[in-house]
């Protein structure tokens, strides 16, 4: 069955960084790619960006443009997720999701799988 | 971007009622790539329709996904408790994908 575990929950200090991995089994890594998504706590969900496992390739939402960094390694079949220079508005659950790639080698957008979410908290 | 308002914010229902949520965009949904989620209090989202009005792996036919354009609905025919949750909808035809805010469907 198709699974993405990620890892635990993280507190960082403001303009600290932090790194999410989550690692996909169950199905085959490279043919498909991960978004993330985050949820502030009691609010709905955010799409962040996404990589292709197979091409590299990413699409990224503007408002994470030159803060993230979304990475794979096939070799363990884990994607990994990097926002720096955290404020307390980071603070929320992050998730990632398994997500195709279009025939334009972009993210096709329909999240099917799920990781079962990371909390970062931002705090001083 | 594509802004998905979503109504009501909560509905008060009892099993085996009927459930209508509304997702509206503010622009046409391209190829109404339109999908909805299921989320449970500290758990992932769980998708249930994609395309508008295909069921994902897994969804009981008693939810339905109808709509196109700028506007979607989602039917549940029979509450059963596993069906009380928060819904989203989410369109995936225009970067950057974007959500509704949620309906949350609460037992009367």
């Keep these: ?34 978004s993330w998504v985050r949820q502030a706590p009691g609010h709905g969900l955010e799409w962040m960006g996404w990589i292709s496992a197979y091409s590299d390739n990413r699409n990224l939402a503007q408002k994470f443009q030159g803060r993230v960094t979304m990475t ?19 603070t929320a659950v992050y998730y990632c999701a398994r997500d195709s790639e279009d025939y334009g080698g972009n993210s096709e957008g329909l999240l099917d799988y799920w990781g079962q979410g990371t909390l970062v908290t931002v705090s001083s | 971007e594509i802004v998905l308002t979503q109504s009501p914010g909560t509905l008060s229902l009892s099993p085996g009622d009927r459930a209508t949520l509304s997702c509206r965009a503010s622009q046409s949904v391209r190829s109404n790539q339109l999908a909805w989620y ?12 994609y395309g508008a009005s295909s069921w994902a792996t897994g969804t009981p036919d008693r939810i339905r996904g109808s709509g196109s354009g700028t506007d979607f609905t989602l039917t ?30 609460e037992i009367k």
Aim: glycine residues 10%.
């Design chain 2, 76 to 105: 549940i025919s029979r509450l059963e408790p596993e069906d009380f949750a928060i819904y989203y909808c989410q369109q995936y035809g225009s970067s950057p994908w974007t959500f509704g805010q949620g309906t949350k469907v």
């Design chain 1, 72 to 90: 794979t390694d096939t070799s363990t079949s884990t994607a990994y997720m990097e926002l720096r220079s955290l404020r307390s508005g980071d």
């Design chain 1, 1 to 34: 069955q198709v699974q993405l575990v990620q890892s635990g929950a993280e507190v960082k200090k403001p303009g600290a960084s932090v790194k999410v991995s989550c690692k996909g089994s169950g199905y085959t890594f490279t043919s498909y790619g991960i």
């Design chain 2, 38 to 49: 299921q989320q449970k209090p500290g758990q992932a989202p769980r998708l249930l329709i």
